[in-house]
């Protein structure tokens, strides 16, 4: 249920955007999601749906597009995509890695009128 306070920000940012831009409103807005942040892509574009009304955001699409979980063996040096929960390297086997994508959420674009 952290969707609610990551959707209020989003929110947030546009009104600020719209305002520093002299636009009137926010057509689309494109995040990118990491898989590794449990955030809920849906459960965003639901609260958004909500909280947005009578605002300048109202009836904006929230386009997503998902981050892969991006892994570096600290041993071999490979560096590789993964899936949750398996994080060894594809090279060498080692469990000694390092995450080094998945974790963000990021706003992208906003398209704005």
Request: glycine share 8%; with cysteine.
């Amino acid at each position: 249920m952290h969707e609610l306070p990551v959707t209020k920000s989003i929110l947030n940012i546009c009104e600020e955007e719209v305002k520093k831009h002299g636009m009137e409103k926010v057509i689309a807005i494109n995040i990118r999601v990491g898989e590794l942040t449990g955030l809920v892509p849906a459960s965003i574009e639901y609260y958004f749906d909500i909280i947005a009304k009578g605002t300048v955001a109202e009836g904006a699409k929230i386009n997503t597009k998902k981050i892969p979980i991006n892994i570096e063996c600290k041993d071999c040096g490979e560096s590789f995509e993964c899936r949750k929960g398996v994080y060894n390297c594809i090279n060498c086997s080692s469990h000694n890695i390092k995450i080094t994508g998945g974790r963000e959420f990021l706003i992208d674009t906003l398209e704005m009128d």
